[in-house]
């Protein structure tokens, strides 16, 4: 199993290097659009455009590749109106930013909390606006907090899990969150394989208990907001697709009153938070390379499509004209 822990984390370290500096350049080496915020224990990006007072705010999370969330993405949120804070909390395969956990696992989910509030008193955000937007495991993040967190406006999900899923730490069996000092409850992956990476979740997902999967199911109707989940139908890392329809039939098992929107692109990477080209390939030395799923350009036409929808959201929420189910 040491062979393999190896080619795992070789494959984090490059998918680290690629995915930054797809974001728009690595992040160490050339200048990002955000203010940067180390304030009281929070380490992250602000951006918002000049003038900008009161308006709608996400709070962006990246997934396993660690550091802050893509530049790019977020200053073009901010350019359109909508204050970002993008959010680091864990290092990337570099080592930065500095202070935060080495690896995604035992994150206090007390650490969002405070994020969210310190957005709250910016004279930028509209505390009552404050919407969630994560990628992967930032997807199941997003619908982890926003069922924590009543004040949240909505959620966005790209690529997203209706389960809670182990932490990313050398041994894969410790808790990726904590609340209140206790581990949230997490599935694993038995013998997981990056040649056969979705049906190695869907593995996880069969060999779990009634009990197991119950607990680490995230209770996605506790939502108080609109939820939009992106994902795609080809998706190669995990079946995103299935579990945003599991996402979404339990909304609608507990008659959630809120909008839900589940899209879902056929020929698209699972890397989709963003607009323009996307990545769905990535060469690995020793491995050969990975293939997160679609072609090169149905995840352009996809990630375009997506970050319209998300915008489309922002602004019915910014308008007060977001839809409960019963407008659906």
């Not at 769905?280 to 350009?297: C, K, M, N, Q, R």
Request: charged share 20%.
């Amino acid at each position: 199993m040491k062979w393999l822990k190896r080619v795992l984390w070789g494959l984090l370290a490059f998918f680290v290097v690629v995915v930054v500096a797809a974001g728009g350049g690595f992040w160490y080496l050339s200048r990002h659009g955000g203010e940067d915020v180390r304030e009281a224990g929070l380490i992250g990006r602000f951006y918002a455009a000049q003038g900008t007072k009161h308006h709608t705010a996400v709070l962006m999370l990246g997934g396993s590749n660690g550091g802050y969330p893509y530049d790019k993405a977020a200053q073009n949120l901010a350019d359109a109106g909508y204050p970002v804070f993008a959010l680091a909390y864990f290092k990337s395969f570099m080592g930065q930013p500095k202070g935060l956990p080495k690896y995604l696992a035992h994150i206090p989910l007390e650490y969002f909390f405070h994020a969210i509030d310190w957005m709250k008193k910016r004279p930028e955000v509209n505390p009552d606006r404050i919407v969630l937007m994560g990628e992967s495991r930032g997807g199941e993040l997003v619908l982890l907090l926003g069922s924590l967190r009543p004040d949240v406006a909505g959620v966005i999900a790209y690529s997203p899990s209706n389960y809670v899923w182990a932490g990313l730490d050398p041994s894969y069996r410790n808790p990726s969150w904590t609340l209140n000092g206790k581990g949230v409850p997490f599935l694993t992956v038995p013998n997981f394989s990056f040649n056969h990476a979705v049906a190695s979740f869907r593995r996880g997902i069969a060999a779990a208990t009634p009990a197991e999967r119950a607990a680490a199911e995230i209770p996605v109707e506790n939502i108080h907001g609109p939820v939009l989940l992106i994902s795609s139908k080809s998706d190669n890392l995990w079946p995103s697709s299935q579990m945003s329809d599991a996402v979404e039939a339990r909304l609608n098992a507990h008659g959630f009153r809120y909008e839900i929107e589940n899209v879902q692109y056929r020929d698209a990477s699972h890397l989709l938070m963003g607009y323009g080209k996307g990545i769905t390939w990535l060469g690995i030395p020793l491995v050969g390379g990975f293939y997160f799923g679609g072609s090169e350009e149905g995840t352009r036409i996809a990630r375009d499509a997506g970050w319209a929808r998300a915008k489309e959201l922002l602004a019915r929420i910014e308008s007060g004209k977001d839809r409960t189910a019963a407008a659906r």
